[in-house]
């Protein structure tokens, strides 16, 4: 069961505020396997012209490293600060004007249902979470990853590859001084 939160009482109410607590399993989204529940909290603001959502997520996801592939929990958190204008919550599919400043994440989270406008927050919520993954999960800043000849888990074995294959534009440059070194020391 999703999170749809009914905000047709509280755009209607300037002032009033609204605090929402999360504690679920997670959202759908394949990037996201969560291995803690998301829990959070989240207050929403009328301020007369906008709805303020103000808060925090965190949770703990399951991930590998994307350099040696060992499994990796990844704590995650999340600071909400949104502000959706009122209009675009009660219309929320409405065109914006070709020089305006639009934030398309309204329609994404916001639609109708009966002439009410819902607050889809597990989109929400997903869309804020994928945004804050890291680029690169590393199980360590030093990771020294598979070697991409004999596969080897570099943190753990040596390599057995008979020829270093890591770095093809350094193994070139030993060749070339090795014999020059060699020829310095036999002279
Ligand atoms: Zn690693
Ligand atoms: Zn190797």
């Known amino acids: 069961v999703s999170l749809q939160l009914d905000l047709s009482e509280i755009v209607s109410r300037e002032g009033m505020r609204s605090a929402v607590y999360v504690d679920q399993a997670g ?3 394949p990037d996201l396997n969560f291995a803690s529940p998301l829990r959070g909290a989240l207050t929403f603001v009328n301020g007369g012209d906008l709805i303020s959502i103000e808060g925090s997520l965190a949770t703990e996801l399951q ?9 990796v929990r990844l704590p995650l958190s999340v600071a909400i600060d949104e502000r959706y204008p009122i209009p675009d919550i009660l ?3 409405r065109k914006p004007a070709p020089d305006e400043d639009f934030d398309p994440t309204i329609r994404s989270v916001v639609y109708l249902e009966k002439g009410r406008p819902i607050l889809d927050l597990d989109e929400l919520m997903r869309q804020l979470l994928v945004a804050e993954l ?3 999960i590393l199980c360590s800043e030093e990771c020294r990853g598979l070697c991409p000849g004999c596969g080897a888990l ?4 040596p390599c057995t590859c008979s020829a270093p294959v890591t ?8 060749d070339l001084l090795e ?5 310095d020391r036999g002279a």
């Not at 770095?167 to 030993?174: E, I, K, N, T, W």
């Open 27 to 29: 959202v759908e989204d």
């Open 63 to 71: 991930a590998e490293c994307s350099r040696c592939l060992t499994p």
């Open 91 to 93: 219309n929320p599919t």
């Open 134 to 136: 890291p680029i690169r």
């Open 154 to 157: 570099l943190n753990e074995q």
């Open 167 to 174: 770095d093809g534009s350094q193994a070139v440059l030993r």
């Open 179 to 183: 014999p020059r070194s060699a020829a």
